[in-house]
């Protein structure tokens, strides 16, 4: 049986884009665009997942969780938020969350905090069954620990770099766009983020300096591909 998540968003482009990639990772979602429905929803649904925007219409994230802990201590938490000052996140967590993503963000980053949630919470999601060990050329990328293993030595990575690189293996030989990555990634394709990608990529290139029959080709405008 799918973990089931209830997603409270009334913004309707990042509500489809979140649904999308928690589906498309194995969950099973509904989508509540209105505060005020969110409990009538929580009873009929039965999630082992909330996640919440703050700024709804109708009645807000923090009056929502604070019911929703009430009425199910056990049921794990996420805000979701444009709101970033320190007091916003500590009221978060008084209201009763469990944890709190700062927008814009990575689908990656949410999925992993998910993970973790779940996993406190004693409760296995999707991610549990994959294979975190990933081989590509004569190298291996440990998704779980972070760890890039090349033909002389290990590498730790960073939890972006990770990422970065998990997106080239499962394209390998195919084109990574580069949109596709800093929106899973950073969870935005502003100017910024672009060179901090750049960054990144060179810090990889770097690693797999020791490994001449794997090469990241640069694909100008476009993005980048992993050839082995």
């Not at 194995?26 to 996640?51: C, H, Q, R, W």
């Not at 060179?195 to 990529?201: E, N, Q, T």
Request: hydrophobic residues 40%; proline residues 4%.
């Amino acid at each position: 049986m799918k973990i089931k998540i209830l997603y409270a968003e009334d913004e309707p482009f990042l509500a489809h884009i979140v649904s999308d990639g928690l589906v498309s990772s194995g969950y099973a979602v509904t989508v509540v665009d209105d505060g005020l429905n969110v409990m009538k929803t929580f009873d009929s649904f039965a999630p082992d997942l909330i996640i919440l925007d703050i700024m709804l219409p109708g009645k807000d994230g923090y009056i929502i969780a604070a019911e929703l802990r009430a009425r199910d201590p056990n049921s794990p938490i996420i805000f979701l938020s444009a709101k970033t000052l320190p007091a916003d996140v500590v009221k978060g967590f008084k209201s009763g969350g469990n944890d709190y993503l700062k927008k814009p963000f990575g689908m990656e980053e949410l999925l992993i905090r998910i993970e973790g949630l779940l996993h406190r919470f004693g409760k296995s999601g999707p991610a549990a069954n994959v294979d975190d060990k990933l081989p590509f050329g004569t190298c291996m990328l440990d998704t779980k620990n972070q760890i890039l293993v090349t033909n002389l030595t290990e590498h730790s990575l960073s939890f972006r770099e990770c990422s970065l690189l998990q997106m080239l293996i499962e394209r390998k030989n195919d084109v990574l766009r580069r949109q596709d990555a800093l929106m899973k990634i950073w969870g935005d394709d502003n100017f910024y983020n672009n060179r901090s990608m750049d960054v990144f990529m060179s810090h990889i290139r770097k690693m797999l300096i020791d490994c001449p029959d794997i090469q990241i080709i640069s694909l100008r405008g476009i993005g980048y591909k992993l050839v082995c």
